[in-house]
């Protein structure tokens, strides 16, 4: 069999763990057999961030804006205990963090969904796509714990000098206040994203915020989503057949519950990262999650939602069998391939990306899966078999074998 080419090199950026054991077992059983792959690899393992001081992973997000389309693996997040682990020269940052702000991009989150495992609402045939925005509000926040009476203010200096000040509380005992902020550029960026991936996956997009009582700060954000739609995405909405609707915080999460799914949420910041868990839980199963970054200048990076699996990792360092769900990674490599072949017009990569979406789920309908997936499936138990990493990942090779 001919392997498919590919014109434009997708960035590849290895991980941690168990998730970078999984990332070499897609790559030699799913990938490497079919397609000539070309990648611009950096290696965003730790170790190889310890050693170039975390350069290489500011170089791996200048290759997504310069390649436009990147596929990442989990990766740690050092803590305390990672540092003492790896013998760290620093704490360095989230590369997810990093890389995000790099390309100015918005997270797409969105549930894989098997019918051998309904969502907890029963009204979802559709997945929902979560965007949750990245920057600011109560994430870059300051805040003061009051001890007794006094005045507290909001103060504004102008470049000018000029001085505009608001009484937030007058104490008469202790209390606490916060002061935090956002950007018109970065609002703006991220309903740039979403208005794109509504046009790239012809969705819907549902905003929504605390308008009535925040009538200046959230009343922004409703504002820079209406003129930036109206600005520029009116008309293509129209021609696309899908719509831009906004409404109350409150009244979303009802019309969220009650829907079908098949759309995407932009959330606010906080909004963003209490709905994704909620998702996430309500469709079954992190593991099932894929996520996208899209920049407003429409470059991609796929990645699974999950992290690294550290206690698999561990099982696997001691040589004793585990059964790690690679299903959101190998998703998050049939994404950057589809999205390589569209913007390259191959479509022969097009179609190895639905073959290898479908070969995967097929995989697990016919009863083959991960020991998570075992545990929540409501399919008869004796048509499951539980398989290991490795013999899930070749299980799935052969049902694609079968497609091509
Ligand atoms: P995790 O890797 O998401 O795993 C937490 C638990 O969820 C696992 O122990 C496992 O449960 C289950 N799980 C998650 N993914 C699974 C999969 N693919 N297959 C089967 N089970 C799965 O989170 P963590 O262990 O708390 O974090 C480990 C490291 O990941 C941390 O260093 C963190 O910084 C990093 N992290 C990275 C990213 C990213 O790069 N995007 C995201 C989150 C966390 P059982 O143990 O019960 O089997
Ligand atoms: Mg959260």
Redesign the pocket.
Known sequence: MNKIQMTTPLVEMD?????RI?WQYIKDELLLPFIDLKTEYYDLGLKYRDETDDKVTFDAAEACNRLGVGV????????DA?VKEYNLKAMYK???GTIRSIMDGTVFRAPIMLKSIPPYVPTWEKPITIARHAYGDVYKNTEMKIDGPGLAELVFTAEDGTVTRQTIHEFKGPGVIQGMHNLDKSITSFARSCFNFALDTKQDVWFASKDTISKKYDGRFRDVFQEVYDKEYKEKFEAAGITYFYTLIDDIVARVIRSKGGFIWACKNYDGDVMSDMLATAYG???MMT?VLVSPSGKYEY??????????YYKHLKGEET???????IFAWSGALRKRGELDGIEELQVFADKLEKATLDTIEAGNM???LALITTMDKSKVKKLNSLDFIKAIRATLEGML
């Open positions: 991980g941690d763990e168990m998730t999984l990442k693996c989990a990766t740690i997040t050092p803590n990672r989230s590369p997810n199963s992190l593991a996520s990645e699974a939602a999950h992290g690294t699996v550290q206690r698999h059964s790690t769900n690679s299903v959101a990674t991960t020991g998570d």
